[in-house]
T-cell receptor
Framework: GAGVSQSPSNKVTEKGKDVELRCDPISGHTALYWYRQSLGQGLEFLIYFQGNSAPDKSGLPSDRFSAERTGGSVSTLTIQRTQQEDSAVYLC?????????????FGPGTRLTVL | EDKVVQSPLSLVVHEGDTVTLNCSYEVTNFRSLLWYKQEKKAPTFLFMLTSSGIEKKSGRLSSILDKKELFSILNITATQTGDSAVYLCAVGKSGATNKLIFGTGTLLAVQP
């Protein structure tokens, strides 16, 4: 595709439910990142995938958060037992070759609202 | 702790004005500094800077990095209402993880 795509664009859920957010990176990009942007905050790094290497999960805020990347392309971010403080815009980005360029291209994000 | 600070937090100008946005950083293992423009959701890439003193230009936008004083500026000349957005500064670190450390952004509003 032409750019990074994410789905859904908006998600409203009830506290305690699980949610899955999807990211399709730019074709050919080997590195994929998830960030979270809370109201009035800067983007906060969550997790990073590079090829077949073990992901860097150092930014995940709790064990309720997990992510996977299947086939080196599509990624899913899962939040279990959602809490109100999980409400934020979740942004996915991809870059061509991690380590060679830091130019990350972002998707439109998923706005998650936990009631 | 790594830190990226942007100033001002917000700015209101009139069309035609020139603005300067600031970004200072304290980040270990600095590799690069990036500027993004965020209008609705997706930040769009503007510039990546890796070397001090070399200005990058794109139309009315330009940016420069000072690695000695640990800051960067983003200039926008002859501003237009379409420049209204949040401008994000981010620092990329060298090493195995290529995560970006973001500032909180500068909200620019350009009035007609």
């Amino acid at each position: 595709g032409a750019g990074v795509s994410q789905s859904p664009s908006n998600k409203v859920t009830e506290k305690g439910k699980d949610v899955e957010l999807r990211c399709d990176p730019i074709s050919g990009h080997t590195a994929l990142y998830w960030y979270r942007q809370s109201l009035g905050q800067g983007l906060e790094f969550l997790i990073y995938f590079q090829g077949n290497s073990a992901p860097d999960k150092s930014g995940l805020p709790s064990d309720r958060f997990s992510a996977e990347r299947t086939g080196g392309s599509v990624s899913t971010l899962t939040i279990q037992r959602t809490q109100q403080e999980d409400s934020a815009v979740y942004l996915c980005a991809s870059s061509l070759v991690a380590g060679k360029t830091d130019t990350q291209y972002f998707g439109p994000g998923t706005r998650l609202t936990v009631l | 702790e790594d830190k990226v600070v942007q100033s001002p937090l917000s700015l209101v100008v009139h069309e035609g004005d020139t603005v300067t946005l600031n970004c200072s950083y304290e980040v270990t293992n600095f590799r690069s500094l990036l500027w993004y423009k965020q209008e609705k959701k997706a930040p769009t890439f503007l510039f990546m800077l890796t070397s001090s003193g070399i200005e990058k230009k794109s139309g009315r936008l330009s940016s420069i990095l000072d690695k000695k004083e640990l800051f960067s500026i983003l200039n926008i000349t002859a501003t237009q209402t379409g420049d209204s957005a949040v401008y994000l500064c981010a620092v990329g670190k060298s090493g195995a993880t290529n995560k970006l450390i973001f500032g909180t952004g500068t909200l620019l509003a350009v009035q007609p």
